[in-house]
């Protein structure tokens, strides 16, 4: 008997995660000194920033988009 069952690699990968277009942009974190690149969104209201992945390529930067479903452009903060 299973109770509880790790979701295979496909069914992470069709999955479609949400934010809120209304409250929320994405946006990548640059560092200046060491060119890392994080991703996640900028809280237009509060001004915070929640990381959501590490970028270390132009694959992870399309995984994100993928994931979030973003087609716009992602704005650079440093």
């Known amino acids: 008997m299973v109770f509880f069952r790790r979701a295979g690699k496909r069914a992470?990968?069709?999955?479609?995660?949400k934010y809120d277009?209304?409250?929320q942009r994405p946006v990548l974190r640059c560092s200046i000194?060491?060119?890392e690149q994080?991703?996640?969104f900028w809280?237009?209201?509060t001004g915070s920033f929640e990381e959501v992945m590490l970028i270390?390529?132009?694959a992870e930067l399309e995984e994100f988009r993928r994931r979030y479903g973003i087609t716009e452009e992602i704005t650079k903060i440093y």
């Open 12 to 17: 992470q990968e069709k999955r479609e995660e």
């Open 38 to 40: 994080v991703a996640g």
């Open 33 to 35: 000194c060491t060119g």
């Open 43 to 45: 809280d237009m209201a």
């Open 21 to 23: 277009k209304a409250k």
């Open 56 to 58: 270390r390529g132009e």
